[in-house]
């Protein structure tokens, strides 16, 4: 399992920025798919989550209504759309395949004025 992550950067208070994660080894397709955030100092915590066909989705009550997850399994890519962004979103951002313990080197988001 390999996932790359990209798209992070530095942005002001109320703005927004797209992740995506380029996933290989396994059959995307077939895997439910999740994204992670780890602020300094802090646990990992999850911020959203998709099924395999891309049906259901669940975010984290501190993005819902902001962050928008999705994918493109002819890409092998998940994405996060991140909106109204604030302080408290700064983090390194990862996805992650459950159950498989791979992790990516993850996407900078720093969000300040």
């Known amino acids: 399992v390999q996932l790359v992550e990209s798209g992070g950067g530095l942005v002001q208070p109320g703005g927004s920025l797209r992740l995506s994660c380029v996933a290989s080894g396994f059959t995307f397709s077939s895997y439910n798919m999740r994204w992670y955030r780890q602020a300094p100092t802090k646990e990992r915590e999850l911020v959203a989550a998709i099924t395999s066909g891309g049906g259901s989705t669940n975010y984290a009550d501190s993005v819902k209504g902001r962050f928008t997850i999705s994918r493109d399994n002819a890409k092998n890519t998940v994405y996060l759309q991140m909106n109204s962004l604030k302080v408290e979103d700064t983090a390194v951002y990862y996805c992650?395949?459950?159950?498989?313990?791979?992790w990516g080197q993850g996407t900078q988001v720093t969000v300040s004025s």
């Open positions: 992650n395949v459950p159950g498989s313990g791979s």
